[in-house]
């Protein structure tokens, strides 16, 4: 098994953060500090330099505006195209 943050599956997870926080209308700074977190911390995980585990997903997601079941949903369903 390969590291996810190398997967095609963690490239459309990226693709989707980047989308929900651009559609938002934050920058990597904003949602930063939405989180009380390091600027990096959000570039690092766009950049796949860093993984994101489902907690932080769920407050992501939240931070974002976006339903967490609803975009794991989406998320699920890109993910079986690649099977």
């Known amino acids: 098994?390969?590291?996810?943050?190398?997967?095609?599956?963690?490239?459309?997870?990226k693709t989707k953060l980047v989308a929900m926080r651009k559609a938002a209308g934050l920058t990597q700074r904003q949602l930063a500090k939405k989180l009380n977190r390091e600027h990096s911390f959000?570039?690092?995980?766009?950049?796949?330099?860093?993984?994101?585990?489902?907690v932080e997903f769920y407050w992501v997601c939240l931070a974002c505006e976006h339903d967490p079941k609803s975009v794991y949903n989406e998320l699920i369903k890109e993910f079986a195209k690649l099977d």
């Open 1 to 13: 098994m390969q590291k996810s943050t190398f997967s095609p599956q963690y490239d459309i997870l």
């Open 42 to 54: 959000v570039s690092r995980i766009e950049l796949g330099e860093r993984r994101l585990d489902v």
